[in-house]
């Protein structure tokens, strides 16, 4: 598979020759061609819609904005040839990735090229707190898998059994190690680990099996939204009453959509609160359903946040100071839901939102 790219040197060329002010070229990476690619569509539309949106207002100091578009395949080495694709390209930054599997894979690439990674939404612990060219939007794992073991200890689930998805260790690993550390200190047990490899093939017969087997009082999943569809599918033919959760990572749109029944009264976090009044997220959730003709999904809403903070950065930049410097120091920025603040290692923090699947849609719950 090749990286889908947006091929920008030609065009700059032609434009300076017509006396045009070069454009400022924004990458963008993520998984577009896996099978659970609807957080990689939504992400790329989200950031499509922001850089239109620039550009009507005039762009950045009078300059146009140019989306370099790139797929990482959702697999370490087709992420690397799409980022050197994307280098290549000569971005002022790339929003993305959006899963710790690959940012591990293409970090080391940004750190060498100098170039700022702009993560909507990665979470595991491998990346808080390092000096390097990633900044992150988002809260940590060891955050989230905390608010998940206070929430399903008070709804008396203290026997657990886990589904894990290891074809994103980076984060599922991260993600288990956490709930280990706060779930028994609540009074809650781990009763057994069910890992798996994300595909097509995979038999999601067989792991409900082994997690039923363990006779939990709940069962969690730490998987994709595609994935926990079929899992909790597989449960139900097995268990009608068993408590479901699944980690945020699965809160899309796909998951009530090719969930159905099977995942009606599943909880699941999600990083912005959906019924939110407020002007900016109404704004801009019209605007994208406007422009794509369906609800913007929790990438898509992080997205547009990190393209609030990347514009209002390059627009205060100058050459004396680094694009990563101007963007942590630049803060507190406008998100839809939130200010946005970063530390000195360009992480930062959201807030969490929980809820449940009733009657196909995501209602929030205390």
Same mark, same amino acid.
């Given at each position: 598979?090749?990286?889908?790219?947006?091929?920008?040197?030609?065009?700059?060329?032609?434009?300076?020759?017509?006396?045009?002010?070069?454009?400022?070229?924004?990458?963008?990476?993520?998984? $577009?061609?896996?099978?659970?690619?609807?957080?990689?569509?939504?992400?790329?539309?989200?950031?499509?819609?922001?850089?239109?949106?620039?550009?009507?207002?005039?762009?950045?100091?009078?300059?146009?904005?140019?989306? $370099?578009?790139?797929?990482?395949?959702?697999?370490?080495?087709?992420?690397?040839?799409?980022?050197?694709?994307?280098?290549?390209?000569?971005?002022?930054? +790339? *929003?993305?990735?959006?899963?710790?599997?690959?940012?591990?894979?293409?970090?080391?690439?940004?750190?060498?090229?100098?170039?700022?990674?702009?993560?909507?939404?990665?979470?595991?612990?491998?990346?808080?707190?390092?000096?390097?060219?990633?900044?992150?939007?988002? %809260?940590?794992?060891?955050?989230?898998?905390?608010? #998940?073991?206070?929430?399903?200890?008070?709804?008396?689930?203290?026997?657990?059994?886990?589904?894990?998805? *290891?074809?994103?260790?980076?984060?599922?690993?991260?993600?288990?190690?956490? $709930?280990?550390?706060? #779930?028994?200190?609540?009074?809650?047990?781990?009763? /057994?680990?069910?890992?798996?490899?994300?595909?097509?093939?995979?038999?999601?017969?067989?792991?409900?099996?082994?997690?039923?087997?363990?006779?939990?009082?709940?069962?969690?999943?730490?998987?994709?939204?595609?994935?926990?569809?079929?899992?909790?599918?597989? *449960?139900?033919?097995?268990? /009608?009453?068993?408590?479901?959760?699944?980690?945020?990572?699965?809160?899309?749109?796909?998951?009530?959509?090719?969930?159905?029944?099977?995942?009606?009264?599943?909880? *699941?976090?999600?990083?912005?609160?959906?019924?939110?009044?407020?002007?900016?997220?109404?704004?801009?959730?019209?605007?994208?359903?406007? %422009?794509?003709?369906?609800?913007?999904?929790? !990438?898509?809403?992080?997205?547009?946040?990190?393209?609030?903070? $990347?514009?209002?950065?390059?627009?205060?930049?100058?050459?004396?100071?680094?694009?990563?410097?101007? +963007?942590?120091?630049?803060?507190? #920025?406008?998100?839809?839901?939130?200010?946005?603040?970063?530390?000195?290692?360009?992480?930062? !923090?959201?807030?969490?939102?929980?809820?449940? +699947? %009733?009657?196909?849609?995501?209602?929030?719950?205390?």
């Amino acid at each position: 598979m090749k990286p889908h790219l947006l091929l920008a040197g030609l065009l700059a060329l032609l434009l300076t020759a017509c006396g045009k002010p070069e454009p400022i070229r924004i990458g963008f990476i993520g998984g $577009l061609s896996d099978r659970t690619n609807d957080t990689g569509e939504a992400a790329r539309n989200a950031l499509m819609l922001a850089i239109e949106q620039r550009n009507a207002t005039g762009g950045i100091d009078g300059r146009p904005l140019e989306m $370099l578009v790139a797929d990482d395949g959702q697999e370490a080495s087709l992420a690397r040839k799409a980022m050197s694709a994307l280098i290549a390209g000569q971005p002022a930054a +790339i *929003v993305g990735p959006y899963t710790s599997a690959v940012a591990e894979a293409i970090l080391p690439q940004a750190d060498q090229a100098g170039i700022v990674l702009l993560s909507p939404v990665i979470t595991s612990m491998q990346f808080v707190g390092k000096d390097d060219m990633l900044i992150r939007l988002n %809260r940590s794992t060891r955050d989230n898998a905390g608010d #998940y073991a206070q929430q399903l200890i008070g709804r008396g689930i203290s026997r657990l059994a886990v589904a894990l998805d *290891v074809r994103n260790r980076a984060f599922s690993a991260s993600w288990l190690d956490e $709930l280990r550390a706060s #779930y028994p200190a609540l009074g809650g047990e781990i009763l /057994t680990v069910v890992e798996f490899h994300s595909a097509a093939s995979t038999s999601f017969s067989d792991i409900a099996d082994q997690l039923l087997d363990a006779a939990p009082g709940g069962l969690l999943f730490i998987a994709n939204a595609v994935d926990v569809a079929r899992l909790a599918q597989q *449960v139900r033919k097995r268990s /009608t009453d068993v408590p479901l959760a699944a980690v945020e990572w699965a809160s899309t749109e796909q998951l009530l959509e090719l969930g159905g029944r099977a995942v009606e009264g599943l909880l *699941v976090a999600q990083s912005h609160n959906r019924d939110d009044p407020g002007a900016r997220f109404t704004a801009f959730r019209e605007a994208y359903k406007a %422009r794509f003709g369906r609800e913007p999904g929790y !990438t898509a809403i992080a997205t547009q946040d990190a393209a609030i903070v $990347l514009f209002d950065a390059l627009a205060r930049q100058s050459r004396a100071l680094p694009l990563k410097r101007a +963007i942590i120091e630049g803060g507190p #920025y406008p998100g839809l839901q939130q200010d946005i603040r970063f530390d000195r290692f360009g992480d930062s !923090t959201r807030k969490i939102h929980f809820a449940e +699947i %009733r009657n196909g849609a995501f209602v929030l719950v205390p």
